[in-house]
């Protein structure tokens, strides 16, 4: 098994604190994918799969659609996504993902926590070299299904790992093939239940239990912030 699964699965990355703020988190990339690309989710592919990853995290249909009807409408407010990039203690890089209708609220909270925390917030592309950017899709498994013969095909599609776990698929490739592979996988009747964009370290960095314990702070302090959706580190 490659890197991009491995890494997954030693981080056992962390699910939001509660469902309301998962809620938050998805109503806000649901409306600017509508913003993006229209309201119907049958010609707005970004919007596809958020509803299916809605549907996944048992968010009510309700939600979605008002969130959809938010987008829509003239006076609905605006969010952004802004990447923030700074050092924890102990050279650990972090790199911030947000959505936001206040970029100066948000950066002056990031800046505190970093802050608070012995860190340091930087400048952009400061740390996004340490990581690269993948797409990862978990798809049902199909009866029967060879995971060594799907992935040879999907190599034709830039996929760059297969992995069977249990009964789902988990397929990992470069940040830019993200649309072709979502074709393949809808043309081709597999079930997709959830999609991510993810930064991959390309090295981890270890550290002993009072050094994680001191950035984890940090990170679970970003974590908990409306604006920030997704927190990357390169922690062993």
């Known amino acids: 098994m490659g890197r991009a699964f491995e890494y997954r699965k030693a981080t056992k990355m962390k699910r939001w604190g509660n469902m309301a703020r998962v809620f938050t988190r998805l109503g806000r990339e649901i409306e600017m994918a509508v913003k993006a690309g229209g309201g119907d989710p049958d010609t707005n592919s970004r919007l596809r799969l958020l509803i299916k990853n809605a549907k996944t995290e048992n968010m009510p249909k309700e939600n979605v659609e008002r969130a959809i009807k938010r987008a829509i409408s003239k006076d609905t407010t605006d969010y952004k996504e802004a990447v923030y990039e700074g050092y924890a203690p102990h050279g650990i890089a972090i ?18 926590y970093f802050n608070k925390f012995n860190g340091s917030l930087g400048t952009t592309g400061m740390c996004d070299f340490l990581f690269e950017r993948k797409c990862s899709f978990i798809v049902v498994a199909k009866e029967g299904i060879e995971i060594e013969e799907l992935e040879l095909e999907l190599i034709d599609f830039g996929v760059e790992e297969c992995v069977l776990d249990g009964e789902e698929i988990i397929i990992y490739a470069e940040f830019a093939n993200f649309g072709p ?40 302090k970003l974590e908990e912030d409306d604006d920030v959706t997704s927190v990357y580190h390169n922690m062993k």
């Not at 790199?95 to 505190?112: G, I, K, L, M, Q």
């Not at 597999?190 to 370290?201: D, S, Y």
């Open 181 to 220: 592979i979502q074709k393949y996988l809808e043309e081709n009747g597999f079930e997709i239940k959830t999609f991510k964009f993810e930064r991959i370290p390309n090295e981890l960095k270890e550290l002993n239990e009072e050094q994680q314990k001191e950035v984890e702070k940090l990170i679970d």
């Open 95 to 112: 790199v911030v993902e947000t959505a936001t209708d206040n970029p100066t609220r948000t950066v002056a909270n990031v800046r505190s």
